[in-house]
């Protein structure tokens, strides 16, 4: 067996289909580095089941798909075929040849196939595990694939020999059978449970099925008893009725007889009526004329009277105030503006002066305040003179030695500044050098960080985006969900079960359109007033013609389905707004606010008769309140609300929510379907939107991470620099800091400086004054006092001054202020004078106008006076006329009302009595009707049956009677069925049957002499009823169920189906025992082979490697120990390696090409202990030397006797051994290109 082909389509680099033809011996894949060698190893590893991305060199599975470049678009797809050649029969199946294929596509979706036949990874998987190649795939050693042996836990080590050695699918055998321990374990618990559950079970529940027995014949008896007393109550109480029925036709006829009476007063009423309503409108029009002309007459005569009296007050001129001159008022305020000016003037001087006596008067201040200091330093010196020149001297020398110090310190601290300076510039510098990098590595960074919160912002704009799709989805679905179940109630509500359910549920009627509720097709929110304008004709049934109205009401009838009320059709087809049929919808206006009923009603025009007088003179208002405005305008109309009130003159009604109509329901079904349409097709669309959703999700997310990589690594590199930023900026900060405390130090300095300069100063002038002559001194101090006094009179002088000044400024500013403002109001008074005087005249202008229309008004009101008199005469005649003829109509209505009443009084003392009989009656019939329910509920029995079977007139037979009855009756049937072996049974025929079977407690079969017996009529018959016999016997059962207690009457049932279980359920138990058993000899017969398989396999790779690692290794020695020798099934494995020279044994103190080499010496040893058809290396031999690499180059050759070896290389030896070589290159367009050579072709050529 050895691998033949291998075909690569869209793997990775392998763009274009490519084949590589192998064959066995040494076959060496070369080629320069990143040209797609390794793309080789893992098309091998996939093609045979890998399903780790990371053992592939990828990220995702994905990756394995052709990507794309620049000159190439990527694929869709990635497919591999390796074909093994099977002439020596390795692979457990009936091919010479075995072509493995895998498939995967970019959406996630892969496929497997077995020579062209789809199939599962797991059967690929099992079919190669025969042959030595596991899941681990040892037999591929690829780039690092060395360093992972060598960092191997020892069970993972003994995994490798476990794989080759073909155990792996026998511990999986293992591993199933022990998961199917593990879970038959828990369903042996839970039966076993239920077995002891059910055990306990029996015993009680056997003791109510023997209490069921003996309760059975007790019930029997109790039944009997009761159905015979409540056979006879119904017999009694039917009789009775159908007496009292017999007496009601005389008192109908004699109640016909009074109604055709009464009907005849009504006839003469309503004629009578009708005349008073004739007479009535005469009688008010008239009065209506009298009070109108009334009204004009005496409109009229206040009119004449107004007039009059109008003319007398205008006659008279009214007289005019005369008021001052206007100019006298002009001239005046002339005066007063020339005296303001003058006051000013005044002010301004005074003003002029109170500034010069301040400027005098601070002078004076400032020149006593002098001479106030100076005669006090002349009296210090004298104090100082007493107090001794020596201690003064020495304050001021004091005083400047602190000066002196003073100065020193500043001139320290300044030259420590200037070294602080230094180095805070110092580290300024480096620190603005490192911040201008600092920025150049930000700059940079800005763009990652845009990128990656554009592409968060996206992902998060996505998900939001998928996150309300779901959940608008899921509320649409949750809607469409309410709808339906509402549009399915409401449906089912439609179907009532009354005469119009019946009369539409009929097929067989003929004429019937539907009901008016379908037909109707109303405006929203007029529904609850079309119902309650409609009344009754709401739940209406349509009909065509009168001839299928008399048909439904037949129908109903004969079939006593209740009443139903018809609309009759007889417009033309088609549909729209109803129409008034009456004057009253068409003369009359609307009112504000209301709309007529009849015009938010769409309705077939053939049933447009039938229901427009309904809504005839009816309108639609929005509550009670505008209802009744409308009533108070016109009480002609007839009023509904929206909320379903209705308001007339003559009635009214409303109130609460009532019974939905037929309309209500149609219209919330309507409702109901329009929205469970509109929630299904929001659903659609959410469902739609959020595929497309998702596939942004994953584009955004992919972003996302890509961009959140690139950062990482840029912050790495910022995180250093700002570290170093950190550094030099804490020492610049420090240096800036010791400077700000320098700076003050010295400016604290400077400011000790100066007070100590100005104490100095004072010191030295003490010490001068205090040096003079005492007589000199006390001339001065004279001298200085009178001086003071002298500067302190001259400022008390100016003060005085100044506030003179100022008392006469406020004085010309309060005369100023007193005239202010009065110019102004002397013209104001001017020009109000002249327009009083204009409006005087024209006022005289318009009364003498008013008084010639006053005197026409009332000529013409008295000329009308005299015409309106004759009028309310004819008037008031025609008034009295036609009273006269309204008191004759009424007297005839009040007679025939009062005939009519008497006849209605004596039709409601006969439909009293008829009413009281029917009362009576019907509550016979309530009581027959709960006997007869009553029947139904507590014997389960027709009533009918029961009188017939139960009544007076059968004879009583007991209960064992009855059940001897029907053992005799179920004897007769086995004896019927069961010939042959009756014969044999006819030694038992003289003995008494047992009266109850022990199993199910019902009455044992009778014998055939039982049979007999009741043939030839030896069974007993009865006894006649009698009542209290059977009261007592009713009583004595109760007594006795009472003792019994509470029985099960379903306990004989329930102990055989559960005593079923038991046997069931104890049955499975014992198969779940024995399976349990074969399980576990399977685990021990794998546990056995898995340890002999191991044992052997382990012996012979210690063997191998005892030989190989030292020709790997000359004069080392290394060997493979157990690390726990006594338990073969989980012991790991430990390799110890001492190479010639070294006392070391642990693999991780060799150097990187002795690890390297020994990892070889473990897989070879592996290799020849138990050969695999083929081997790969990738490049295992890249860290050897020359003289390592021709040691391992040995043991190449000696596998490739038994194996097939496919090598990646760089090494030039290594190709030397080949049979084949592959060279792979890869062009500028990224795509991987593989050439061939023969070897042999090349030696024979």
Not at 265 to 288: K, Q
Not at 387 to 409: H, N, P, Y
Not at 641 to 667: E, F, I, N, V, Y
Not at 749 to 775: G, I, K, Y
Request: contains cysteine.
């Amino acid at each position: 067996m050895h691998l033949k082909t291998l075909t690569l389509r869209g793997f990775k680099s392998f763009a274009s289909a490519t084949t590589l033809n192998l064959e066995p011996g040494v076959t060496c894949v070369v080629g320069p580095n990143g040209s797609g060698k390794s793309n080789v190893v893992d098309a091998l590893a996939w093609v045979m089941g890998e399903q780790g991305a990371k053992t592939l060199r990828g990220g995702k599975m994905e990756d394995v798909i052709f990507a794309g470049t620049s000159g190439r678009p990527p694929l869709g797809r990635a497919e591999v075929s390796l074909t093994i050649d099977n002439t020596d029969g390795a692979l457990p199946i009936e091919y010479a040849e075995v072509t493995i294929s895998r498939t995967l596509f970019r959406n996630g979706g892969s496929e497997y196939a077995i020579n062209g036949s789809s199939c599962r990874l797991l059967d690929i998987q099992e079919l190669l595990s025969d042959s030595g190649l596991g899941r681990e795939m040892h037999v591929i050693v690829g780039q690092g694939q060395l360093d992972a042996v060598l960092r191997a836990t020892p069970e993972e080590r003994r995994g490798f020999i476990e794989e080759a050695a073909g155990v792996l699918k026998h511990r999986k055998r293992k591993e199933k059978a022990l998961r199917k321990l593990d879970a038959m374990q828990g369903n042996l618990l839970r039966l076993t449970d239920l077995t002891a559950e059910i055990r306990r079970q029996l015993g009680p529940l056997g003791r109510q099925a023997e209490a069921a027995r003996r309760a059975a014949t007790v019930q029997a008896d109790l039944r009997d008893a009761k159905s015979r007393l409540l056979a006879d109550d119904l017999a009694q109480l039917t009789a009775s009725l159908e007496q009292e029925m017999a007496d009601e036709s005389a008192l109908r006829l004699r109640q016909a007889e009074a109604e055709s009476a009464l009907e005849a007063a009504r006839t003469a009423l309503r004629t009578a009526e009708a005349g008073l309503a004739a007479a009535g409108p005469a009688a008010a029009e008239a009065s209506a004329t009298w009070y109108a002309l009334g009204s004009v007459r005496d409109r009229l005569e206040g009119t004449r009277t107004l007039a009059a009296e109008r003319v007398r007050l205008l006659s008279v001129p009214v007289a005019h105030r005369q008021g001052q001159d206007p100019d006298e008022l002009d001239a005046q305020a002339e005066r007063a503006r020339e005296t303001e000016d003058e006051l000013a003037a005044e002010v301004e001087d005074h003003q002029d002066a109170l500034a010069s006596s301040a400027e005098e008067r601070a002078e004076a201040e400032a020149e006593a305040a002098a001479r106030e200091r100076e005669l006090a330093a002349l009296v210090r010196g004298a104090a100082d003179r007493r107090e001794g020149l020596a201690r003064l001297a020495g304050q001021v020398a004091a005083k400047q030695s602190r000066v002196d110090a003073t100065r020193a310190e500043i001139a320290r601290l300044e030259d420590s500044l200037a070294e602080v300076s230094t180095r805070e510039t110092g580290a300024t510098s480096e620190l603005e050098a490192l911040e201008a990098e600092v920025t150049d590595v930000e700059h940079g960074q800005e763009g990652l960080d845009a990128e990656h919160e554009e592409a968060v912002e996206a992902l998060d704009a996505a998900l939001a985006r998928l996150r309300a799709l779901e959940a608008e989805a899921a509320q649409a679905e949750q809607d469409r969900s309410t709808w339906a179940a509402r549009s399915e109630t409401l449906d089912l509500s439609l179907t009532r079960k009354d005469g119009a359910g019946a009369v539409l549920a009929a097929d067989a009627l003929d004429g019937v359109v539907g009901s008016v509720a379908a037909l109707l097709t109303i405006e929203p929110g007029y529904a609850d007033a079309v119902v309650a304008a409609l009344g009754q004709l709401a739940d209406a049934v349509a009909v065509d013609s009168t001839d299928a109205a008399v048909e439904v009401i037949r129908y109903l009838r004969t079939e006593d389905a209740g009443r139903a009320s018809l609309v009759l059709g007889g417009g033309e087809a088609g549909e729209g707004v109803l129409k008034s049929t009456g004057a009253s919808g068409a003369l009359r206006s609307i009112p504000d606010g209301a709309v007529l009923a009849s015009s938010v009603v769409s309705v077939p025009a053939a049933l447009g008769p039938g229901l427009a007088p309904a809504l005839d003179g009816v309108v639609v208002v929005d509550d009670l309140v505008q209802a009744r405005r409308v009533l108070e305008v016109d009480p002609s109309w007839t009023v509904v609300t929206r909320a379903g009130d209705l308001l007339a003159a003559d009635r009214a009604w409303g109130g609460s929510a009532a019974a939905p109509s037929l309309l209500h329901l149609q219209a919330a079904l309507d409702e109901a379907r329009a929205a469970e349409a509109d929630s299904s097709r929001r659903a659609t669309e959410a469902t739609e939107l959020r595929a497309v959703v998702e596939d942004e999700v994953r584009t955004a997310q992919e972003r996302a991470d890509l961009a959140l990589d690139r950062l990482h690594a840029s912050d790495a590199a910022h995180s250093a620099a700002a570290e170093r930023l950190g550094q030099l900026g804490a020492a610049a900060r420090s240096a800036a800091a010791e400077a700000h405390r320098t700076r003050e130090r010295i400016e604290a300095a400077a400011r000790t400086l100066e007070e100590d300069e100005t104490q100095l100063v004072e010191l030295v002038e003490r010490l001068e004054a205090a040096e003079l002559d005492p007589q000199e001194a006390e001339d001065a101090i004279a001298a200085a006092t009178q001086a003071r006094d002298e500067a302190a009179a001259a400022a008390t002088a100016a003060r005085a001054a100044e506030t003179e000044a100022r008392l006469g400024l406020r004085t010309s500013e309060e005369r100023a202020r007193a005239l202010s403002g009065r110019a102004q109001s002397l013209e104001r008074a001017a020009r109000a004078e002249r327009e009083a005087r204009a409006q005087a005249e024209r006022r005289e202008a318009a009364r003498r106008r008013q008084v010639v229309v006053a005197e026409a008004v009332r000529d013409g009101a008295t000329r009308a006076l005299g015409h309106c008199a004759v009028s309310v005469a004819l008037a008031t005649e025609r008034r009295d006329e036609a009273e006269a003829e309204r008191r004759t109509r009424d007297a005839e209505v009040v007679a025939c009302r009062q005939r009519a009443e008497g006849l209605a009084e004596e039709l409601r003392s006969i439909t009293d009595v008829a009413h009281r009989d029917e009362v009576a009656r019907a509550q016979q019939q309530l009581r027959v009707e709960a006997l007869r329910q009553r029947a139904v509920d507590e014997l389960g029995t027709d009533p009918d049956v029961l009188v017939e079977e139960f009544g007076p007139h059968r004879l009583v037979v007991d209960a064992e009677t009855a059940m001897q009855q029907r053992a005799v009756l179920d004897a007769q049937q086995d004896a019927r069925d069961q010939d042959d072996a009756a014969d044999e049974r006819g030694a038992a025929d003289d003995e008494p049957a047992p009266a109850t079977d022990d199993t199910d407690g019902r009455p044992a079969p009778a014998t055939r002499a039982q049979a007999r017996a009741s043939d030839e009529g030896d069974v007993p018959v009865g006894r006649p009823y009698v009542r209290a016999e059977q009261e007592k016997r009713l009583r004595s059962a109760e007594r006795a169920m009472a003792q019994l207690g509470r029985v099960n009457p379903l306990a004989l049932e329930e102990f055989a189906a559960l005593e079923e279980r038991h046997t069931f359920l104890t049955e499975q138990l014992a198969d779940l025992k024995r399976s349990r058993t074969d399980l576990l000899e399977i685990v021990k017969e794998i546990d056995e082979r898995v340890e002999r398989v191991f044992t052997e396999a382990f012996h012979d790779t210690s063997a191998q490697f005892d030989e190989v690692f030292p020709r790997l290794f000359p004069g080392g020695e290394g060997r493979l120990v157990l690390t726990d020798p006594a338990n073969m099934l989980t012991t790991g494995i430990e390799v110890e390696a001492r190479p010639a020279g070294k006392k070391v044994k642990r693999l991780s103190l060799l150097s990187g090409g002795e690890r390297s080499l020994t990892a070889v010496a473990l897989l070879v040893s592996i290799f020849k202990a138990r050969p695999s058809p083929f081997y790969v290396m990738d490049e295992v031999e890249a860290a050897l030397d020359d003289t390592n690499l021709g040691r391992l180059l040995e043991i190449f050759v000696e596998l490739q006797r038994d194996s097939q070896l496919i090598v990646i290389t760089h090494q030039k030896r290594t190709m030397e051994i080949a049979d084949a070589l592959y060279g792979v290159t890869m062009r500028g367009d990224g795509v991987t290109t593989v050439i061939s050579q023969r070897i042999r072709e090349v030696v024979e050529q």
